[in-house]
């Protein structure tokens, strides 16, 4: 089933410690360890606080390990890298853009062509079945379509 | 987690009943003392008889500095004072009540408009008449004075705020069936508290930059000369001393210093608790003389009878629901009462042009509204300079926390210096270059202003929620496309806020900026500033009048039709929520 069992995504005995006002340190992660391979989806559990958060965020190259590797595709996670895309808690809509811009957004970072950007726009909102929202605003939206054009816009593959 | 880091600033407040005479009593009695001190010091001399600051006048000696400074920043404070009165009645009144909106917020506009000069011409004799023959007099016209550069702002930003409170507090404050007066003091004002503070420090500095044309009062045959940082700096230009500016740069700079951090840095810290923002931002602010008023255990026990009796309050006066549904108005009682004051608003104008007229010809209308258009042009092209300069600037040091916090003093500094201060740099160069006053005594129409746009940059770049700056990283949003799509609209409410406080602030900046003298050497720019500034020194009232008429059309008209639109479509299109 699996065709290519080499792994997408290999968290190597990672640690995070954020610092406290009094300067000792908080340890929310301790030597874990982690591998994605193609195919797969997985749901990470966990009481609150208990740095399911911290771990997508040092993932998404959103914040430093203190300790440890991430490597994506074989090359260490430094920066946000181009593949991997993140839905926010609160979806991280721009309430200025419409539909459309806000999922066109990460498109234009990637400096494709202008109608290259449209048509994998338009067919991203397609597919989330937000078709003839395309020009509303957010605030216009309940909170779940909302959250659909999120997934919309973190599915900026082709 | 930042919920993590919070929780370690607990204890500070949750020990407190675990208690002895510490280190912090000490620290906090000797601040209290310092305070006593400084109000006796200052204080001193409020009932002295008007002749005694003849016998007495101000001396450019260094050793006076610290008097001075003491009885400047005191009245700044007695102003400050009053001006939260005004604010939590005039704007509390304007936000509840429909009818007195109506007539309050267009007030206040043109209260917004009128310069300093015009406050004082018009009031210093009746002040002085109040206790003939007494310094209280020439005080209290100051003290008004100072009133006037910092109420209007303070009272807006609180009726703005009033009326942005989010629906959930409200309905929340419904459901526990809060009375007004209780709604009033755990919602609304804490909601309203870090506008409301960042305002009242903007304010401070706006004080000091007019706080030459508040003590050195001139109005055509009333001269007087208040002690204070004031008098000493009209009296340093007055006698071309480079040394004198320098201290009163120097003593200034100390001065801010002394209250940014025994009173704005502590307000600041303690404010940031009331900042209505879900995620864990920006790191705490924090301060130190917050945290001695904290911990000191002497402090908790003498304001415990007063926290008392506040909650008390709040039991006493919970009468009926404060936040009831709207009444209803009756649509006659609303004509009535609009007619009425229409009525009012035309007896007013007519006053005004017979006045105006009785000594004025139509040429000097013609000439007033040219001087307008002068002042417009210059108020137009600097906003446009100061913005292209300062809002990259902004939106780059918004961005970063750690420059945020090194800036806030500094431009707080800026903003209050005086434009009197540099008047010996510009006359001189612009003598010795032989430019043309016309345009180069322009830019001090906005120093003092341009700070209010650099502000609101700041704080709109510091404000994108922490999410969205994660989305750009994560879709890797760089660059223009960055500035495009998420940075200017972003700040741009904040920009529209702080633009059109800047150019209202420098239409009355004008009436020291075009008009600029060192000892002897004078010189004027063609503008109303300067035609305020001038039949204020000869005390020709009409044309005082008929100067300030036209500068608050100017500003209402521009406000009106242009800042009020752009705000409102900044609003609804731009607004974070």
């Known amino acids: 089933m699996i065709a290519n069992a080499a792994p997408l995504l290999e968290v190597h005995s990672v640690r995070k410690a954020f610092p406290k006002p009094d300067g000792s340190q908080?340890?929310?992660?301790?030597?874990?360890?982690?591998?994605?391979?193609?195919?797969?989806?997985?749901?990470l559990l966990g009481r609150s606080g208990s740095g399911k958060s911290t771990l997508l965020r040092l993932i998404a190259g959103l914040a430093k390990p203190t300790a440890g590797t991430i490597t994506y595709l074989g090359n260490r996670i430094e920066a946000p890298a181009p593949g991997i895309a993140m839905v926010f808690q609160n979806f991280a809509l721009f309430p200025w853009l419409t539909v459309l811009e806000n999922v066109q957004l990460g498109l234009q970072a990637l400096g494709l062509p202008e109608a290259e950007i449209r048509r994998r726009a338009l067919a991203a909102i397609d597919l989330i079945g937000l078709d003839g929202y395309e020009s509303a605003y957010p605030r216009e939206l309940s909170g779940g379509m909302r959250q659909r054009v999120g997934f919309a816009r973190a599915c900026r593959s082709s | 987690m930042p919920e993590c880091e919070r929780a370690q600033l607990l204890p500070i407040s949750v020990a407190q009943w675990a208690r002895r005479l510490s280190r912090w009593d000490v620290f906090a009695i000797i601040m209290v003392l310092g305070i006593l001190v400084f109000l006796a010091e200052a204080s001193r001399q409020l009932l002295e008889p008007l002749s005694e600051l003849r016998f007495k006048p101000v001396s450019l000696e260094p050793a006076h500095l610290p008097e001075y400074a003491a009885r400047t920043t005191l009245r700044l404070f007695v102003a400050l004072f009053f001006s939260l009165l005004f604010t939590f009645t005039y704007a509390t009144l304007a936000a509840k009540s429909k009818r007195a909106e109506l007539v309050l917020v267009p007030l206040l506009d043109i209260l917004q408009s009128v310069p300093i000069l015009g406050f004082i011409s018009v009031t210093v004799v009746f002040f002085m008449s109040l206790f003939p023959g007494r310094v209280l007099g020439a005080e209290l016209a100051a003290v008004f004075a100072i009133f006037t550069s910092q109420a209007w702002n303070m009272a807006f930003s609180f009726y703005q705020s009033l009326r942005t409170v989010p629906t959930e507090l409200v309905e929340a404050s419904r459901v526990f069936r809060l009375s007004a007066w209780m709604h009033f003091w755990r919602v609304e004002v804490p909601f309203a508290m870090p506008q409301l503070i960042w305002n009242m420090m903007m304010s401070m500095s706006g004080a000091w930059f007019f706080v030459v044309a508040s003590e050195a009062i001139s109005v055509g045959n009333t001269t007087v000369l208040l002690p204070g940082m004031g008098s000493y700096i009209a009296v340093a230009i007055e006698q071309r001393s480079l040394a004198a500016v320098s201290w009163a740069i120097g003593t200034m700079l100390v001065v801010i210093l002394i209250y940014d951090v025994t009173v704005f840095r502590p307000l600041v810290a303690w404010g940031d608790r009331f900042r209505f923002e879900q995620q864990a931002g920006l790191a705490p602010q924090r301060s130190f003389v917050l945290e001695i008023l904290n911990r000191s255990g002497l402090m908790a026990n003498l304001s415990r009878p007063f926290g008392a009796l506040w909650h008390r309050s709040h039991?006493?006066?919970?009468?009926?629901?404060?936040?009831?549904?709207?009444?209803?108005?009756?649509?006659?009682?609303?004509?009535?009462?609009?007619?009425?004051?229409?009525?009012?608003?035309?007896?007013?104008?007519?006053?005004?042009?017979?006045?105006?007229?009785?000594?004025?010809?139509?040429?000097?209308?013609?000439?007033?509204?040219?001087?307008?258009?002068?002042?417009?042009?210059?108020?137009?092209?600097?906003?446009?300079?100061?913005?292209?300069?300062?809002?990259?600037?902004?939106?780059?040091?918004?961005?970063?926390?750690?420059?945020?916090?090194?800036?806030?003093?500094?431009?707080?500094?800026?903003?209050?210096?005086?434009?009197?201060?540099?008047?010996?740099?510009?006359?001189?160069?612009?003598?010795?270059?032989q430019l043309n006053p016309d345009i180069w005594l322009s830019p001090l129409m906005i120093l003092g202003t341009q700070w209010y746009i650099v502000f609101n940059v700041i704080a709109g770049a510091a404000a994108i929620p922490s999410e969205l700056r994660?989305?750009?990283?994560?879709?890797?949003?760089?660059?223009?496309?960055?500035?495009?799509?998420?940075?200017?609209?972003?700040?741009?409410?904040?920009?529209?806020?702080?633009?059109?406080?800047?150019?209202?602030?420098?239409?009355?900046?004008?009436?020291?900026?075009?008009?600029?003298?060192?000892?002897?050497?004078?010189?004027?720019?063609?503008?109303?500033?300067?035609?305020?500034?001038?039949?204020?020194?000869?005390?020709?009232?009409?044309?005082?009048?008929?100067?300030?008429?036209?500068?608050?059309?100017?500003?209402?008209?521009?406000?009106?039709?242009?800042?009020?639109?752009?705000?409102r479509y900044a609003e609804r299109r731009f607004r974070l929520e």
């Not at chain 2, 608003?345 to 105006?356: D, E, G, M, P, T």
């Not at chain 2, 020291?512 to 063609?526: I, P, Y």
């Open chain 2, 315 to 433: 039991w006493l006066l919970q009468t009926r629901s404060g936040v009831a549904s709207a009444r209803k108005h009756s649509r006659i009682t609303d004509q009535v009462w609009a007619a009425t004051t229409l009525l009012i608003a035309i007896l007013a104008v007519w006053q005004i042009v017979r006045f105006v007229l009785q000594g004025l010809s139509p040429i000097d209308l013609y000439n007033t509204i040219a001087r307008g258009f002068a002042t417009l042009a210059r108020v137009v092209v600097l906003i446009a300079i100061a913005s292209l300069i300062w809002v990259p600037i902004g939106v780059w040091v918004g961005t970063r926390p750690r420059a945020t916090r090194m800036f806030q003093p500094v431009a707080q500094f800026l903003a209050a210096f005086p434009a009197n201060l540099l008047f010996p740099l510009v006359v001189s160069a612009i003598v010795t270059l």
């Open chain 1, 26 to 43: 908080l340890l929310v992660l301790d030597d874990l360890n982690l591998e994605l391979i193609e195919g797969q989806i997985v749901g």
């Open chain 2, 470 to 567: 994660d989305c750009c990283a994560n879709l890797q949003v760089r660059g223009w496309l960055w500035w495009r799509t998420t940075a200017l609209p972003a700040v741009f409410p904040y920009y529209v806020t702080g633009a059109i406080t800047a150019s209202g602030g420098s239409w009355n900046a004008s009436i020291v900026a075009e008009v600029a003298s060192w000892g002897n050497q004078r010189l004027e720019a063609f503008g109303i500033g300067a035609y305020i500034a001038r039949a204020t020194e000869a005390g020709d009232f009409h044309a005082i009048v008929l100067g300030i008429a036209v500068m608050s059309l100017f500003v209402v008209v521009i406000n009106r039709a242009f800042w009020r639109p752009l705000y």
